[in-house]
T-cell receptor, first 113, second 113 residues
């Protein structure tokens, strides 16, 4: 099993550009989520999904979109990148929301100039 | 609303010292789950432990131990005889039953040889 995979590992964008961060898991987990990690702030939830076709907002959703067309994939879209979105992004999956350990991907380091 | 406080931003110890990482949480729910994750310098997030609110037994796993006290809303983590490989950022997290995971800001642990 590959677990949770994320691409790309690194990305540099210019302000205003859009892009999609990819996330996939092969553990048949229903719950998937996206976090951003900023110094001194821990991990903050951006969006999450409790199953294919169902998504919801987390703590910091502005500027991001998600969709969940399959159980395996949960892409995160930046609509118009801003310097404030410079961060490390982690995708995670688990059997259920909040009850079980979450398995994290390796992260994507994004810089917006 | 749920909240996790890790008041120690950074701790430095010398190898073989014992070190305790503090975690204080807030929740109105009677059913909740507490977690600890480790983030080594390589950046990945590693699950360490999950504890539910009905199980106040302390847990020991090798050099790691956890002290859960509902009376003080704390879930502290102790590393005995620390090693350089323990150097990492450690996150405490809380989820109210069936709800999203909320992370503390993290504690940076530096173990010097």
């Amino acid at each position: 099993n590959a677990g949770v995979t994320q691409t790309p590992k690194f990305q540099v964008l210019k302000t205003g550009q859009s892009m999609t961060l990819q996330c996939a898991q092969d553990m048949n987990h229903e719950y998937m989520s996206w976090y951003r990690q900023d110094p001194g702030m821990g991990l903050r939830l951006i969006h999450y999904s409790v199953g294919a076709g169902i998504t919801d907002q987390g703590e910091v959703p502005n500027g991001y979109n998600v969709s969940r067309s399959t159980t395996e994939d949960f892409p995160l879209r930046l609509l118009s990148a801003a310097p404030s979105q410079t961060s490390v992004y982690f995708c995670a999956s688990s059997y259920s929301q909040g009850l079980n350990e979450q398995f994290f991907g390796p992260g994507t380091r994004l810089t917006v100039l | 609303a749920q909240k996790v406080t890790q008041a120690q931003t950074e701790i430095s110890v010398v190898e073989k010292e014992d070190v305790t990482l503090d975690c204080v949480y807030e929740t109105r729910d009677t059913t909740y789950y507490l977690f600890w994750y480790k983030q080594p310098p390589s950046g990945e997030l590693v699950f360490l432990i999950r504890r539910n609110s009905f199980d106040e037994q302390n847990e020991i796993s090798g050099r790691y131990s956890w002290n859960f006290q509902k009376s003080t809303s704390s879930f502290n983590f102790t590393i005995t005889a620390s090693q350089v490989v323990d150097s990492a950022v450690y996150f405490c997290a809380l989820s109210e039953y069936g709800n999203k995971l909320v992370f503390g800001a993290g504690t940076i642990l530096r173990v010097k040889s």
